[in-house]
């Protein structure tokens, strides 16, 4: 353990509700809901701090909202005024230190060890960080800040004032903070590790903390252990500035055994390599705005079409729609090579993932993901796929071959 490492963890209130109402002064002070549709089906993604007040949650459906907020202001969301005012936030960051982790849209870790010798000068650089925000982004713009000697740590202290907090917690503090918690106000506990914890008897963050780490180790497998050095102060991933950076594209491309303008056989390779790359991009947590796809033939001409998605998709049947649309023009020489490649590559954030009908389709598609993963890449596959025998191995984004993105 380095007791002495400094982190700190900055949140956005209230994120894009806020850049909403930053954007627009007529809308401060109101309940303001984002949604991803505007139908009475459609859900809110993010709720103003004023919204919030009335109940108005994330998740919840418009009607819904609009029954215990009547006044509420419904607006559709604008995710490139959000990414615009994002990148102006982890610019801020970024120029106080190189080790800016920046984890989701609307959050980020700095490393400050170093920087700051002591919590009093990390207090400091944080209310700095909340005034250079308000004065050169803008000034309805609030963020919660955690301060402590980990990232986990860090975390869990953000979270406990909002909005516009600041919060430190200390090795001295871990004796007491943890006391009569519930189990899901730890961050990486959801409900169903809440009831494994509950049938080893464990009832709270503080009965974790005081957990034998060897008796999680051997129920939960090597994640019950990292929880209980998070609880205890004790580091286990530290700030990694590239952790989180896009990749450009996530590509999958194929030199075919059979050199063929058979259709019907080149739709097959390409939903599967399709699938291969949607999957890799939805593990990374991703979605993509762009799709690029094209072919060498054997007369050696290459022909690549990239084009805009009609919004950002993660869905696989939704891409592999996508990339069939190659196929719409005749193919007339005999093909020996097919690549796709998915760019554009934006953060699935929680808030964004929220759409109404895409709440299945997001299951759905977990639930493809964890079976493939444990047995096999190609072991849930679309009807269309089931008897065609043909596998394009695992490779590299062909990007790194073929350089033919803007
Ligand atoms: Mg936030």
Same mark, same amino acid.
């Given at each position: 353990?380095?007791?002495?490492?400094? @982190?700190? &963890?900055?949140?956005?209130?209230?994120? !894009? #509700?806020?850049? /909403?109402?930053?954007?627009?002064? $007529?809308?401060?002070?109101?309940?303001?809901?984002?949604?991803?549709?505007?139908?009475?089906?459609?859900?809110?993604?993010?709720?103003?701090?004023?919204?919030?007040?009335?109940?108005?949650?994330?998740?919840?459906?418009?009607?819904?909202?609009?029954?215990?907020?009547?006044?509420?202001?419904?607006?559709?969301?604008?995710?490139?005024?959000?990414?615009?005012?994002?990148?102006?936030?982890?610019?801020?960051?970024?120029?106080?230190?190189?080790?800016?982790?920046?984890?989701?849209?609307?959050?980020?870790?700095?490393?400050?060890?170093?920087?700051?010798?002591?919590?009093?000068?990390?207090?400091?650089?944080?209310?700095?960080?909340?005034?250079?925000?308000?004065?050169?982004?803008?000034?309805?713009?609030?963020?919660?800040?955690? @301060?402590? &000697?980990?990232?986990?740590?860090?975390? !869990? #202290?953000?979270? /406990?004032?909002?909005?516009?907090? $600041?919060?430190?917690?200390?090795?001295?503090?871990?004796?007491?903070?943890?006391?009569?918690?519930?189990?899901?106000?730890?961050?990486?506990?959801?409900?169903?590790?809440?009831?494994?914890?509950?049938?080893?008897?464990?009832?709270?963050?503080?009965?974790?903390?005081?957990?034998?780490?060897?008796?999680?180790?051997?129920?939960?497998?090597?994640?019950?252990?990292?929880?209980?050095?998070?609880?205890?102060?004790?580091?286990?991933?530290?700030?990694?500035?590239?952790?989180?950076?896009?990749?450009?594209?996530?590509?999958?491309?194929?030199?075919?055994?059979?050199?063929?303008?058979?259709?019907?056989?080149?739709?097959?390779?390409?939903?599967?390599?399709?699938?291969?790359?949607?999957?890799?991009?939805?593990?990374?947590?991703?979605?993509?705005?762009?799709?690029?796809?094209?072919?060498?033939?054997?007369?050696?001409?290459?022909?690549?079409?990239?084009?805009?998605?009609?919004?950002?998709?993660?869905?696989?049947?939704?891409?592999?729609?996508?990339?069939?649309?190659?196929?719409?023009?005749?193919?007339?020489?005999?093909?020996?090579?097919?690549?796709?490649?998915?760019?554009?590559?934006?953060?699935?954030?929680?808030?964004?993932?929220?759409?109404?009908?895409?709440?299945?389709?997001?299951?759905?598609?977990?639930?493809?993901?964890?079976?493939?993963?444990?047995?096999?890449?190609?072991?849930?596959?679309?009807?269309?796929?089931?008897?065609?025998?043909?596998?394009?191995?695992?490779?590299?984004?062909?990007?790194?071959?073929?350089?033919?993105?803007?």
């Amino acid at each position: 353990m380095k007791g002495e490492d400094i @982190i700190m &963890h900055v949140d956005m209130n209230s994120y !894009f #509700a806020t850049v /909403e109402q930053q954007a627009n002064p $007529l809308l401060r002070g109101k309940p303001v809901g984002v949604c991803a549709y505007l139908s009475p089906k459609g859900c809110i993604i993010a709720a103003s701090q004023e919204a919030k007040k009335f109940g108005v949650r994330t998740g919840m459906r418009v009607s819904e909202a609009k029954k215990i907020c009547p006044q509420i202001i419904l607006l559709a969301n604008d995710p490139d005024k959000y990414r615009f005012i994002s990148r102006q936030i982890f610019s801020v960051l970024k120029k106080i230190s190189d080790d800016v982790e920046v984890y989701s849209i609307d959050e980020a870790f700095i490393d400050l060890t170093g920087l700051a010798k002591d919590f009093n000068v990390a207090q400091a650089i944080a209310k700095k960080i909340k005034q250079t925000i308000r004065d050169e982004i803008g000034s309805y713009l609030t963020c919660s800040i955690g @301060i402590s &000697h980990t990232r986990w740590l860090a975390k !869990f #202290a953000s979270e /406990e004032n909002k909005p516009d907090g $600041l919060t430190i917690i200390t090795q001295q503090d871990l004796a007491n903070i943890f006391k009569d918690r519930p189990l899901q106000h730890a961050w990486g506990i959801g409900r169903a590790l809440e009831c494994r914890l509950q049938l080893l008897g464990i009832e709270n963050l503080y009965q974790l903390q005081h957990s034998s780490p060897s008796f999680l180790q051997t129920n939960l497998g090597w994640y019950g252990y990292y929880l209980w050095c998070h609880l205890n102060g004790i580091e286990v991933e530290g700030v990694d500035a590239q952790r989180n950076q896009l990749p450009k594209s996530i590509g999958h491309s194929y030199c075919l055994p059979k050199i063929t303008n058979d259709k019907d056989y080149l739709v097959r390779i390409m939903s599967k390599l399709t699938w291969q790359a949607a999957s890799r991009m939805r593990s990374l947590n991703l979605q993509t705005g762009k799709i690029s796809c094209g072919y060498h033939n054997v007369a050696g001409q290459t022909l690549f079409r990239s084009w805009k998605l009609p919004r950002y998709l993660y869905d696989s049947v939704d891409i592999i729609k996508q990339a069939l649309l190659l196929f719409t023009q005749p193919i007339i020489s005999k093909i020996n090579f097919l690549a796709v490649s998915l760019n554009d590559l934006v953060f699935r954030s929680g808030q964004l993932s929220f759409f109404t009908d895409e709440i299945k389709k997001s299951n759905l598609n977990k639930a493809i993901d964890t079976v493939n993963n444990k047995f096999g890449k190609f072991t849930l596959l679309p009807g269309s796929l089931i008897n065609f025998r043909e596998f394009p191995p695992d490779r590299i984004g062909f990007r790194k071959n073929i350089r033919y993105e803007s």
